[in-house]
């Protein structure tokens, strides 16, 4: 899931890569510099400022996504059936985003947004609606 939301994200960016005074890096290229770093598995162990050094990087844009699912999809199917509708709440989801300085890998910025997971809703769906709120509140707008 998380290489899906990494892509998803990525691919948010790009699509909005106008509106921002900065570019974005390549995921697939990210990814294959921390293979070849042999760190892709060791991220948790390594400063922000060690992992941009790695991939080049003026600045580290990472974070965490957790969900929470509060029912199986047999029973969000039940629900939409007895209660009607396709948006039954089956969960929650919470994205923690940071933005940290590649030179000496302090924080910039931070963003904490929850949303609810739906029936109907993908990984792209749930990325495209938490990216929408992030690109509001994102800095290094035009």
Partial sequence: MSKSIQSSMYTFLLRKR???????????????????????????????????????????IGGTFESEQSKSEGAAIASVIMFGGFRGKTGTGSLIMTLNNGADGELLWRFFKTMDDTLSSSTDDLVEHMMRKVSRNFPYLN
Avoid: C, H, R, S
């Fill in 18 to 60: 106008d509106n921002y005074t900065v570019n974005f890096q390549d995921v697939e290229k990210t990814n294959i510099l921390l293979k070849k770093a042999g760190v892709i598995d060791k991220l948790d162990e390594m400063t922000n400022d060690e992992i941009a050094k790695i991939l080049g990087v003026d600045a580290i």
